[in-house]
């Protein structure tokens, strides 16, 4: 049986040249780190990095949502806790503005004082989140509360805030000033905690008695305390959401990397073999072609 010299050149080429391409591609990997640099290497391995890729982008979103929501929240608890604590304030110049001890011009005094308490209350209830919108004005950019000149004070937001979605879900990062400091139960039906503070202080400066300005003030406070206690509720949940996120992105990064990345070690000793392969290969393809034998091989 004859075999035809150019049969022989074919196979040989044929086999350097996949053995080349062999090393190319080991040595790729090794610098690169990763075994998958083209659909061509793992085409189901390739589809699977696709998908948790585009995981991970979803869940960048999703981090960046929770972390503005998060933001907001602090931002609220911080406002709200100022405003608790002015309210203590008030409590305690109320229950001293009771006694029946006080002369007129002391419980002016302190009324005076109530009167600077509402106005950092007021001041306080317009503060603003790290982009400089009021942080209880709902779904408004207005400014929320506006103290007139009579004493009074004014709201100016309108509706809620839009919920921030999160996992899937969604949470109401701020609250309405009309929800947290209106609707407050007094012993007369309903006010809100401007009014209830500027009450009382009315009620001082004209000596008539504060009346159930103790309870009703007691009554402001407790209703900042809850809003306090919900914004606390929400904190908790972005919490957990945020361990939520930072498990998913372990174990997506456990999988990625054992689709993905390359054992080094291993491959530098493939490459190794290949070379040593292709440097045989090429050898004995020099030593056939130089054989005079080979010109007559048909």
Do not use: C, H, W
Request: aromatic share 4%; net charge negative.
């Amino acid at each position: 049986m004859r075999i035809s010299s150019s049969l022989l050149y074919d196979r040989a080429a044929q086999s350097m040249g996949g053995l080349t391409a062999r090393a190319d591609t080991l040595q790729t990997q090794i610098a690169t780190g990763k075994r998958i640099v083209a659909p061509s290497n793992d085409a189901a391995g390739y589809r699977q990095l696709n998908t948790l890729k585009r995981a991970a982008t979803d869940d960048v979103q999703n981090a960046a949502n929770v972390q503005l929501a998060a933001s907001l929240v602090t931002a609220s608890d911080t406002a709200l806790s100022a405003i608790e604590t002015q309210l203590q304030r008030a409590n305690e110049l109320v229950v001293q503005g009771a006694s029946d001890t006080l002369s007129a011009d002391q419980k002016s005094a302190i009324a005076t004082q109530l009167d600077a308490v509402l106005e950092d209350i007021v001041r306080l209830a317009n503060a603003t989140d790290s982009r400089g919108s009021p942080l209880f004005s709902g779904a408004s950019e207005a400014t929320p509360y506006t103290l007139n000149a009579d004493g009074t004070v004014s709201y100016g937001g309108s509706g809620e805030s839009s919920p921030i979605p999160i996992g899937g879900a969604s949470i109401q990062a701020t609250v309405s000033g009309e929800r947290i400091f209106g609707g407050v139960a007094t012993a007369a039906g309903t006010s809100d905690v401007f009014a209830i503070v500027k009450s009382v202080a009315d009620s001082l400066r004209a000596g008539t008695g504060i009346g159930s300005g103790i309870a009703d003030v007691q009554a402001a406070l407790g209703a900042v305390t809850d809003a306090r206690a919900s914004a606390g509720a929400r904190g908790a949940r972005l919490d957990l959401e945020t361990a939520r996120l930072a498990d998913i992105a372990t174990a997506r990064e456990e999988v990625r990397t054992g689709i993905e990345d390359v054992d080094v070690t291993q491959t530098i000793t493939e490459l190794q073999k290949t070379l040593t392969v292709l440097q045989a290969t090429q050898a004995s393809f020099t030593k056939l072609t130089s054989l005079s034998l080979f010109d007559y091989i048909r």
